[in-house]
């Protein structure tokens, strides 16, 4: 018997004794091993129909967050980020490239503005609208934390640095 199981499945562990005897104990009980329906709260939000409307909608802005996704759609972060996972959706993140040569002279043009607009107005940075999307540090680094590309294959997103 135990030459026959390896012979099958020559790569997996023979199954513990209680797992037979329960196994067993199941089938003359039910007639079948077959698990029984579980008790439990049923599935409300996690819809066919809501998983179309999540996918269209990442369809249309695959580079949405998730917590602006459920806002917009209504359904709650958990139950959103449950339904991405039932379609294989990741979220990745975009790679980064290097900046090229006449950039440098670009930034330094517009540190020059910027210092000119702020001498000339002292209230200039205030007509500036400032987000909090990317951090962007001297030395080049972004913390890309809020860039997020969703989609169920690595769509090898490129971002300028």
């Not at 390896?6 to 007639?31: A, I």
């Not at 459920?70 to 790679?95: C, T």
């Not at 090229?100 to 043009?109: A, K, V």
Request: with cysteine.
């Amino acid at each position: 018997m135990f030459t026959e199981f390896h012979q099958k499945f020559p790569n997996s562990p023979l199954p513990h004794r209680t797992t037979v005897w329960k196994t067993y104990q199941k089938f003359l009980k039910t007639g079948s091993v077959a698990d029984a329906p579980r008790s439990g709260r049923p599935v409300s939000v996690t819809t066919n129909e809501n998983i179309e409307t999540v996918a269209l909608a990442l369809v249309e802005q695959p580079n949405q967050s998730a917590v602006r996704l459920s806002g917009e759609l209504q359904i709650s972060d958990r139950s959103l980020r449950r339904m991405l996972k039932r379609m294989h959706y990741r979220v990745y993140r975009p790679r980064l490239h290097a900046l090229h040569e006449d950039d440098f002279d670009r930034r330094l043009e517009f540190c020059e503005l910027y210092l000119g607009c702020s001498q000339d107005d002292p209230q200039f940075q205030h007509s500036i609208l400032w987000s909090d999307e990317a951090t962007f540090k001297l030395n080049g680094t972004v913390n890309r934390h809020n860039c997020v590309y969703w989609n169920d294959q690595n769509p090898h997103v490129f971002m300028e640095k």
